[in-house]
C-alpha cells in the first residue's frame, strides 16, 4: 500500500518560510519522480514543483521560481519544498505525488497522492 504523508504546514506571516515534506511509504522511491501541487479555496489545483527520480532535474511553476526550491532525499523516502518569502495568494492546501513517468506539470500524470498539508499566509 502506497503511503505519501505531507507535514510541514502551518500559519506564517507574509514574507515568512516553510518547509514542507513529504515522506513516502510502499514505493520503490528512487525510481518514482515527485511533485507538489496546491490548491487554493474555490480553485483548481496547480502545479507548484517538480523533481526528477535522480534529483538532477527540477521543475517550477512560474510563480515559485527564485521563491521556492524542491529537493529530495532517496535514502529517508522524503522530498521537501522550501518555501521562502511567502505571500497571502501562497495560501493552500499543498499536496505532494509520485510518478512513473509522464508530464512533470499535469495533476494526471501523477499516480499517487497525499492528503495535503494547509498552508496559510496572513497579510
Do not use: H
Amino acid at each position: 500500500q502506497v503511503q505519501l504523508v505531507e507535514s510541514g504546514g502551518g500559519v506564517v506571516q507574509a514574507g515568512g518560510s516553510l518547509r514542507l515534506s513529504c515522506e513516502a511509504s510502499g514505493l520503490t522511491f528512487g525510481k518514482f519522480a515527485l511533485g507538489w501541487f496546491r490548491q487554493a479555496p474555490g480553485k483548481d489545483y496547480e502545479f507548484v514543483a517538480a523533481i526528477n527520480w535522480r534529483g538532477a532535474s527540477t521543475y517550477y511553476g512560474a510563480f515559485a521560481k527564485g521563491r521556492f526550491t524542491i529537493s529530495r532525499e532517496n535514502a529517508k523516502n522524503t522530498v521537501y519544498l522550501q518555501m521562502n518569502n511567502l505571500r497571502p495568494e501562497d495560501t493552500a492546501v499543498y499536496f505532494c505525488a509520485a510518478q512513473d513517468g509522464g508530464d512533470y506539470f499535469l495533476r494526471y500524470s501523477y499516480e499517487y497522492w497525499g492528503q495535503g498539508t494547509q498552508v496559510t499566509v496572513s497579510s
